[in-house]
């Protein structure tokens, strides 16, 4: 599904990623951990552009339009599964049905109050809710996110990740908690300064092993 071999990348002339070798298949549900500039986020960019067609993508920086509601945020989400003219609709006068799938999501992302709200009026882990409802309302197979969780509560956090990763089949997603990464995933993948300095089976570590990624850095 996705495939590595000996790979580097620069943001400019500003090297981020080194010789990185991996293949992720179907089914796998990955976290990439690492220090702030590790290069996480530049690893998923690399591995989305592999198959962005399939990819429901919760990026660090959320991308929502302020100008619009949190309803039309979410179905923007979904664009791609429609005719333009139908979108043009459901952007300006909602169907009932799309109505109530948007809704839904809502609902269980604790935003059912907002459904008409703009985002700049929302807090930031209200935005980032908001921000998953547009990756969820995609309907892909693949879920890759940057930190979606990061501005939620623990509590809430650790629920909305579950829901996540249970609606998709395969999932990458850079995560700063050692707990949530050996919580949620079956893999994890360590990077340091652009390379990878460690890839297990979550079975096989534990929480002091990513502490020690953060440690060492
Ligand atoms: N748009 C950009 N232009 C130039 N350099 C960039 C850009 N984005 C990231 N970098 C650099 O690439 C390196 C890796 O950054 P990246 O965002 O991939 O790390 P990260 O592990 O996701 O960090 P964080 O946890 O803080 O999000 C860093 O040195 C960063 O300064």
Known sequence: MFHLSNASFSHGSLPVLHDIT???VEGEKV???GPSGAGKSSLLSVLWQQNPEQVALCPQESGLVDILSVYQNIY?????RFSTLYNVFNLIRPWTSRKRDIAMICQQLGLSDKLFVSPDKLSGGQRQRV???R???RQQPIFMGDEPVSSLDPEQGDSLLSEVLA???TAIVAIHSPELAIKHFDRVIA????RVIGDWPTADISVATLEDVYRDA
């Open 131 to 133: 921000a998953l409802g």
């Open 191 to 194: 990077l340091q300064q652009g």
């Open 167 to 169: 609606r998709h089949s």
């Open 76 to 80: 923007m989400g979904g664009l791609s």
């Open 31 to 33: 976290a990439l951990v």
């Open 22 to 24: 991996l293949d992720i």
């Open 135 to 137: 990756a969820l309302y």
